[in-house]
């Protein structure tokens, strides 16, 4: 699936909730799905700090994709994390560089992008661009 | 002295009058009527102080202290009553131990800079508390780190007390200023103001009281407490933002150095030398907040108005409905010194996460703050991310705090 399939399957299934209790429930649970970073890997260097609740990080380069693991102390940014990584996860440096986010404000869970709401997921999805440039640059070397 | 005026007890609060004087509260926040329990980051304004506001820009507008005209005067007039109620409100022995700054954050930093600048020396000290806003340790870092002096800390035990015992033994080690809260801001603890105040002048060293939490909760009268420097903000206590006070003992500002430079600070300039202003205005650099001065007083007014007695008793009542309240919810532990605190119910609930339960209770309209809330060192010292933190005000109902009860059970059933 692409990017942007992935994210119109995630705004076809929101849209099926009622009312506001229900999308948080199932934020909730898709950070249960999350694929977890090993604890070896929840250092400092791969914490992303917000102010209020903190995600961990761990990009690994495969056959020309990237793959993240993560965490988070905090579910419902667990639960967006969880999203963020399924839209991007397995997909190469360029697609994840190109790639335009649109999902979360379709969802209405845009908030969560507010730099004054600093939990996290707005240095999360730079930190992705970050490696998948970094990993691009990387790629491009003879 | 305000109390003097006013039979303890004598009047009730008619919450649902006072609410109409907060037509803020009357907000919807995603669907349900907002409940407000945001009020230690700033309180909500009464119509009276945006009325008052509002006059002084429609009618008299002008700067202050320097025209001979007519408005300047009326202006200037103005100006210098909101100072002289604020003087009375605090129940300084002079209007020109006011000083206004941009809020408590300037306050301490006058202080910090200005008698930092005069008497720190390497190897001297400042005392400030283990649950201070971070405003009341930064400008003190800053300093010491200039003049080669420490920082020390009043340390806290688990119920949310300063841990008083050595305190002797520390002031007597180099101290050159204290500098602790009446209230804190993380936790709603009370603090032992008058019993810190004494052992310090037993040593003949200073103290400044950061007030920000508690002048809307309870009477200070300056003079009572002996305390040499007193801040708060003014929009903390139903005034307008941007505006806040000094409170300086004569004695003592009158050696302090001025903060900053530039205009109605100075007496007369050349390039040879300039000669410094008299109090207040040696600490008042520039055009100051007209209209932040007249607000704060109209907000003082009104509460007057209200009556101090009246809405103490209306707060401590909401605080003890809210204890039991939240009490009721299994896993529920308080932050800070339940028998003795003010306005403030600091908790967390069992392992959720505080930004989680602030979510889910947002989003049913119900307004709390959760993190450290500038107070980092407090949490470390609890070994937490944060709490939740739901603040009160007198215009705050029984049935808010119900909401709020159910909007956190609400959170433990999603987030659970």
């Not at chain 1, 999308?23 to 950070?31: P, R, S, T």
């Not at chain 2, 002289?84 to 209007?95: C, D, M, P, T, V």
């Not at chain 2, 339960?357 to 609890?382: F, N, S, W």
């Amino acid at each position: 699936m692409t990017i942007k399939e992935q994210q119109d399957e995630i705004i076809a299934d929101f849209e099926l909730f009622g009312d506001w209790t229900d999308k948080y429930e199932y934020v909730i649970q898709l950070g249960k799905d999350l694929p977890l970073i090993e604890e070896k890997y929840k250092t400092d260097d791969n914490l992303i700090r917000g102010c209020q609740s903190r995600v961990w990080m761990h990009p690994e380069y495969k056959d020309g994709k990237i793959f993240f693991t993560a965490d988070s102390d905090a579910v419902i940014t667990k639960g967006l994390v969880s999203l963020v990584i399924l839209v991007l996860s397995g997909h190469t440096p360029k697609e994840i560089v190109d790639a335009d986010l649109y999902f979360i404000d379709a969802i209405g869970l845009s908030s969560h992008l507010s730099p004054t709401r600093s939990n996290g997921l707005l240095s999360m999805v730079k930190q992705i661009k970050l490696y998948a440039l970094a990993f691009q640059a990387k790629s491009f070397q003879p | 002295m305000h109390d003097a005026l006013t039979i303890k007890g004598a009047r009730k609060l008619d919450i649902e009058k006072v609410r109409k004087d907060f037509p803020i509260l009357e907000t919807t926040v995603n669907g349900y009527p907002l409940v407000y329990l945001d009020n230690a980051a700033t309180t909500q304004k009464p119509l009276a102080v945006l009325k008052a506001m509002d006059e002084y820009y429609t009618t008299i507008n002008s700067n202050v202290h320097r025209g001979v005209h007519h408005l300047s005067q009326q202006a200037t007039d103005a100006f210098e009553l909101s100072r002289k109620k604020i003087a009375e409100f605090l129940g300084a022995r002079h209007s020109h131990e006011i000083i206004f700054t941009k809020g408590t954050t300037e306050s301490i930093n006058l202080v910090a800079a200005s008698f930092g600048k005069k008497f720190l020396q390497e190897g001297d000290s400042i005392l400030v508390s283990g649950m201070e806003h971070h405003s009341n340790i930064v400008p003190w870092q800053m300093i010491c780190e200039e003049k080669n002096a420490t920082l020390k800390v009043i340390p806290i035990n688990d119920k949310g007390e300063l841990v008083l015992d050595g305190l002797e033994e520390v002031l007597k080690s180099g101290v050159k200023l204290v500098a602790f809260n009446y209230v804190s801001n993380a936790l709603g603890s009370v603090n032992p103001v008058r019993e810190i105040i004494a052992a310090a002048h037993k040593y003949g060293i200073p103290v400044l009281v950061d007030a920000a939490q508690a002048v809307q909760h309870m009477e200070i009268d300056v003079q009572e407490l002996d305390v040499d420097f007193l801040a708060f903000s003014s929009h903390k206590i139903y005034g307008p933002t941007g505006f806040g006070v000094l409170y300086g003992k004569e004695v003592w500002l009158n050696q302090l150095p001025p903060y900053q430079g530039g205009g109605e600070m100075i007496k007369t300039v050349s390039f040879e030398k300039t000669t410094y202003n008299d109090l207040p205005y040696k600490f008042e650099a520039g055009t100051p907040d007209m209209a932040g001065a007249i607000g704060l007083a109209a907000a003082l007014d009104y509460l007057q108005g209200l009556g101090f007695p009246a809405i103490r008793e209306a707060e401590s009542e909401l605080m003890a409905y809210a204890t039991d309240a939240l009490q009721s919810i299994e896993g529920l532990r308080f932050y800070g010194d339940v028998a003795n605190r003010a306005g403030v119910l600091s908790f967390l609930v069992g392992d959720i996460h505080p930004f989680d339960m602030g979510e889910i209770l947002d989003k049913q309209g119900i307004a709390v703050r959760t993190g450290h809330h500038c107070a980092q060192p407090v949490m470390d010292r609890y070994c937490i991310p944060g709490t939740v933190r739901a603040s009160l005000a007198f215009y705050n109902t029984p049935g808010e705090m119900d909401r709020l009860t159910a909007g956190i059970r609400k959170a433990i059933t999603l987030l659970s």
